[in-house]
């Protein structure tokens, strides 16, 4: 799990991936560490003082642990009624984080559509002005899969 933490990490910092505004995260104590790794391999070595500065965008919440498979979206949805978030990282559990990104982005490979731990999917929501036209079958496209191979 922490091999693969640090390599979604550092891909995320290969490919120059900006960082979300808002981080969304069960608070459930693997979850918190696997966060902590991959955003300290993304914003390198020597940013404990930045990392520590950006954990207040992080919001835990042990309802990311409980929620069913069909509560993440619509829970994402009512948390981000201020519509100048542009950028938002989901951390959660299976089966809830499989359905949610085949929520978000439909996928016609079978291969693609199992979300597995540590995977992390860039989904590009193109035209969307107002989270809410996410509730309305309005489905983006991936544009990053990650870990990638090393």
């Known amino acids: 799990g922490k091999r693969v933490a640090r390599n979604v990490g550092q891909s995320l910092r290969d ?46 919440d042990e309802m990311w642990y409980d929620l069913s498979d069909e509560g993440y979206l619509d829970t994402l949805i009512t948390m981000l009624s201020d519509d100048s978030i542009n950028r938002v990282m989901v951390v959660g559990h299976n089966p809830a984080m499989e359905m ?14 199992k979300y597995s731990p540590g995977q992390l999917y860039q989904i590009c929501l193109s035209g969307v002005t107002s989270w809410k036209q996410v509730a309305k079958d309005y489905h983006g496209q991936i544009v990053l899969k990650l870990p990638m191979e090393r």
């Open 15 to 60: 490919v120059h991936a900006v960082l979300p505004e808002v981080i969304f995260s069960s608070s459930s104590v693997r979850t918190k560490e696997t966060l902590d790794t991959v955003l300290s391999e993304w914003m390198g070595k020597g940013s404990k003082k930045r990392r520590h500065k950006y954990k207040k965008s992080i919001r835990f």
């Open 100 to 113: 949610l990104l085949n929520d978000l982005a439909p996928l016609s490979d079978a291969s693609l559509r």
